[in-house]
């Protein structure tokens, strides 16, 4: 034991070693502070976007939905964020005393709960406009029309540009063609109602040149939380 306390003290005294200042320490638990909030911001808002993005989709398509562009960044960025937070929580001065286990448990459930905040409450969906400016991104208006614009997989994305009658009405996709739309048997989801110019998404089928409609929904919702108002939040109601 002596030897190597001799050992020590002739390497400080060989190399003129002294005790870093105070101010350092302080600066790189700063610094390691700041990664760590700036990386799991970016977890949750990440995580926030993808839950406005598959919020009120029918999980029936498939699993696709999470392989397009935008999903597939989304979880990109939410396990990257992730793990860099965790890297630079446990560099700091404090971040040691916690187990990864314990310390990568409480991280999870503060994005989810975070991310599952920011799309209740709209955040995500000003985000979404904000970069929707971005030749970079893809904003959900976008990748809803690429998942429902798929009329022979039975689904349809448009505005109503008549009523013929009760149960059926002309229909304008996004892609400009001209339908008619058979509703007799249709849900309505969030106490929606045909009327003229209305915007929707339909899940049905191709019968004679003619859209057989089983389930209307709103085509853009207005976020999560505006969506509890009306019935459900990213849930079929």
């Not at 985000?127 to 990748?143: C, E, H, P, T, W």
Request: include cysteine; charged fraction near 20%.
């Amino acid at each position: 034991m002596n030897s190597i306390t001799d050992k020590i003290i002739n390497k400080i005294k060989k190399e003129h070693l002294k005790p870093m200042p105070k101010w350092r320490f302080w600066l790189r638990d700063s610094g390691l502070w700041a990664g760590f909030s700036l990386f799991i911001f970016l977890a949750i808002l990440s995580l926030g976007l993808l839950w406005y993005f598959l919020s009120d989709e029918p999980w029936h398509i498939g699993y696709g939905l999470f392989f397009s562009r935008m999903p597939i960044l989304f979880f990109i960025f939410i396990i990257l964020g992730a793990l860099l937070s965790l890297f630079y929580f446990r560099n700091t001065s404090r971040g040691y005393r916690y187990s990864f286990v314990k310390l990568g448990f409480c991280l999870l459930v503060i994005v989810i709960i975070a991310g599952w905040s920011f799309n209740y409450f709209g955040i995500s969906q000003q985000v979404d406009k904000i970069f929707g400016s971005s030749s970079l991104y893809q904003d959900r208006q976008a990748f809803m029309k690429e998942v429902w614009q798929k009329p022979t997989d039975g689904l349809l994305a448009g505005k109503i540009i008549s009523i013929i009658d009760v149960n059926s009405f002309s229909f304008l996709d996004f892609d400009g063609k001209t339908w008619i739309v058979d509703s007799t048997s249709a849900i309505w989801r969030h106490n929606l109602k045909s009327e003229k110019n209305l915007e929707i998404k339909m899940i049905g089928k191709i019968v004679d040149n003619i859209f057989i409609a089983q389930d209307i929904r709103p085509w853009l919702g207005p976020g999560c939380g505006m969506m509890m108002k009306v019935g459900s939040c990213g849930l079929i109601k």
